[in-house]
């Protein structure tokens, strides 16, 4: 029984089409031809084509996309991505403005104060 041959996009591929009028869309490793869909997506055509040619596996992940979604994405498969692991560029939404990411300093600046807190208690006992 002969298998239809899993059909590989390397990175140049789905950068070519990242536009409207073919857009290619990764997700978890597999790509997706979404051009079809886009106007039927319920979140909108600026989502995604706002994860056009780059990893889209963390935008499609944070929406917590239902099982129908799912299944849908399972119609526009069209084969799995050669190529190397693109780090995703998404910042989350919805936790106000402008993310500019945690940096470690921030946790590290609260610990550091109250270890100095203790430091000094401490001397002055
Ligand atoms: C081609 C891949 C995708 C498919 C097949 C897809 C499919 C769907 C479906 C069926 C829904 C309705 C709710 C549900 O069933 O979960 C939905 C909602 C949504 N999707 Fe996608 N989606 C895709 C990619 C993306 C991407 C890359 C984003 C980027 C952030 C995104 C953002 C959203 C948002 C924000 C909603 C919520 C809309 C609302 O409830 O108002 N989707 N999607």
């Known amino acids: 029984m002969a298998e ?3 059909k590989t996009i ?3 591929t789905l950068k070519q089409n990242s536009q409207r009028d073919s857009l290619y869309v990764l997700i978890s490793g597999k790509v997706y031809d979404a051009t079809k869909f886009l106007d039927e997506h319920p979140g ?4 995604i084509l706002s994860e056009a040619g780059k990893d889209a596996t963390e935008a499609f992940e944070d929406v ?3 099982d129908e979604a799912r299944d849908l ?4 498969y069209i084969g799995d991505f050669d190529g190397p692991s693109i780090k995703s560029s998404y910042i989350h939404r919805g936790e106000g403005g402008d993310t500019s990411g945690g940096s470690p300093v921030f946790y590290l600046f609260p610990l550091a104060l109250f270890g100095a807190i203790l430091a000094y208690r401490y001397y002055l006992a």
Request: hydrophobic residues 35%.
């Open 44 to 47: 909108g055509d600026e989502v």
């Open 64 to 66: 917590g996309h239902s």
């Open 10 to 12: 390397n990175l140049e």
């Open 73 to 76: 994405l399972k119609t526009l």
């Open 4 to 6: 239809a041959p899993i």
